[in-house]
């Protein structure tokens, strides 16, 4: 394996680190607040959350910012990778 491919590799992997990791913070994100709204709920103090609602729009959010950053990512390795040829 030639180092470009190597150092492409790494760029990869860490693209599909960043992506798991920020839609699952999103995912949590979204979970608290769901329980946030639930609480206040029980305590009369909002409407009722629906949970399937909540995090149906959590996960189409969180992959628009996955991928966000997943590409800035993404750009970055192959710009140093061809600034490095």
Do not use: H, K
Not at 55 to 82: D, K, N, P, Y
Request: hydrophobic residues 55%.
């Amino acid at each position: 394996m030639t180092r470009t491919r190597a150092l492409l590799l790494l760029w990869l992997c860490l693209a599909v680190l960043v992506w798991n990791t920020a839609f699952d913070q999103w995912v949590v994100l979204a979970q608290r607040d769901y329980l946030v709204r639930e609480a206040a709920w029980e305590l009369g103090r909002g409407p009722q959350p629906v949970m399937a609602e909540m995090m149906s729009e959590a996960v189409r959010g969180g992959a628009w910012r996955a991928s966000a950053w997943t590409a800035v990512i993404v750009g970055a390795g192959l710009l140093t990778l061809r600034t490095r040829t």
